[in-house]
């Protein structure tokens, strides 16, 4: 049985830290790119980070470019998401992506940043 799950949401200051954790399970995590993708409140879903599973290719959204640091370990089956420097605009339901020859998705984790 296929699952992923993402832990580390929580309320952060402007300003602050969290990192987003995501374990996967049921699939051969190695050959798939991973991503983590955020939605606000009455907004579509996006991208915000990704990590190729051949190359090792990183790639972010413009507005989290020098803040946010996605990672991954094959070994452990799992993607972190190292986010720095939050701003309001941040939050969001957090969601880790699987995707290969079949598509994969966490069930979220919500992000708030206020002061």
């Known amino acids: 049985q296929v699952h992923l799950v993402e832990s580390g949401g929580g309320l952060a200051q402007p300003g602050g830290s969290l990192t987003l954790s995501c374990v996967g399970s049921?699939?051969?995590?190695?050959?798939?790119?991973v991503s983590w993708h955020r939605q606000a409140p009455g907004k579509e879903r996006e991208l915000v980070a990704s990590?190729?599973?051949?190359?090792?290719?990183?790639q972010y959204d413009d507005s989290v470019k020098g803040r946010f640091t996605i990672s991954r370990d094959n070994l452990k089956m799992t993607t972190d998401l190292q986010m720095n420097d939050l701003k309001p605009e941040d939050t969001a339901v957090y969601y880790c992506?699987?995707?290969?020859?079949?598509?994969?998705w966490g069930q979220g984790t919500q992000v708030t940043v206020s002061a």
């Open positions: 992506n699987a995707r290969a020859e079949n598509d994969y």
């Open positions: 049921g699939f051969a995590f190695e050959w798939y790119d």
């Open positions: 990590f190729s599973a051949t190359g090792r290719r990183t």
